[in-house]
């Protein structure tokens, strides 16, 4: 029995996809085959899709240029996308699109390689960064938060909590840096989430003794050891949030799979089936405020590398 040969409009389809057009049809055809039916994206929800394979795109060549950096050419599997769990990415990819996660804003999501010694395959975990838990917890909280802000207190500030009382129907504080040029070292931080009906208004606090809890069961020291401050402020954002009340009615069933997933903390070390074995790359650090690609650059980087993504 021979094949049936593909229309040539179809061949030609095919040819002229983007490499994140391909990436976009993939991630539909492997989540099909995960949970039973099909998926489809909002024209938006392709756009965060696009800039998701971006980003994991990028992350498998940092990790595959410290692999040969690192003398591991021959002892660690390449990472391309041949020898990653497009299954797995899949379904992890639709929630996060799901919840409106864009992956190149900083933050919002980090690709963490485990190798899978079973599949003999990289599964890369889309873990949830500090400002994608802020965006997330914000939009599904039950009443509308008007601002959140964030301080760490180092020793030579001023920092006063004002509880509300019967003198004080809102709870506040007082807050002043004495010495921008000699704060000294951090030894907390705080949270102020902000509503339009004042007397809502809530302060929460986190100790430094918090800090060194998160710190000592970190998956890796790295970043505490170099960027600690950076890795308080993000542990701040997530010991605040978690103070918002979410609202079923806005709660979807990607929330419900990601948090089941990792908690949605990326700091927070995960059990993992043994033969999962964590990649010890050392990440580089997003910056707070980077230009995003622009159309004619992110052609260019689907152009580099061909991608095993034809259906």
């Not at 990028?58 to 990472?79: C, N």
């Amino acid at each position: 029995m021979t094949k049936k040969k593909e229309e040539p409009n179809t061949q030609i389809a095919k040819r002229d996809m983007t490499h994140s057009q391909r990436f976009l049809l993939k991630v539909q055809k492997e989540f099909s085959g995960a949970v039973g039916h099909g998926v489809e994206f909002t024209s938006f929800e392709k756009q965060l899709a696009s800039n998701l394979f971006l980003k994991t795109d990028s992350a498998l060549k940092e990790f595959e240029a410290k692999r040969i950096q690192r003398g591991d050419a021959s002892k660690r599997t390449p990472f391309t996308w041949e020898n990653v769990n497009m299954e797995k990415l899949s379904v992890d990819a639709v929630h996060r699109v799901r919840l409106g996660l864009d992956a190149l804003i900083p933050n919002h999501l980090h690709a963490i390689a485990y190798f899978n010694s079973k599949s003999g395959k990289y599964d890369l975990d889309l873990r949830i960064g500090y400002r994608g838990k802020h965006h997330i917890r914000m939009k599904m909280a039950t009443e509308d938060v008007k601002d959140i802000r964030y301080e760490l207190v180092h020793e030579n500030d001023v920092f006063e909590p004002l509880p509300r009382d019967s003198e004080r129907p809102v709870e506040s504080y007082k807050f002043a840096i004495s010495n921008p040029f000699d704060r000294g070292n951090v030894i907390g931080g705080f949270g102020y989430i902000i509503y339009d009906d004042e007397t809502k208004n809530r302060l929460v606090m986190v100790s430094e003794e918090e800090f060194e809890k998160v710190r000592k069961i970190a998956q890796t020291q790295d970043f505490w050891g170099k960027w600690g401050d950076k890795m308080r402020y993000k542990t701040l954002v997530h010991r605040v949030t978690d103070h918002l009340d979410l609202d079923p009615a806005k709660i979807n069933p990607s929330y419900h799979y990601v948090e089941s997933q990792d908690s949605m903390f990326v700091d927070e070390p995960q059990e993992q089936p043994e033969n999962r074995q964590l990649v010890d790359f050392e990440a580089t650090p997003e910056p707070e405020n980077p230009e995003k690609p622009e159309d004619e650059e992110i052609k260019k980087a689907e152009k580099e590398q061909e991608l095993p993504f034809n259906q």
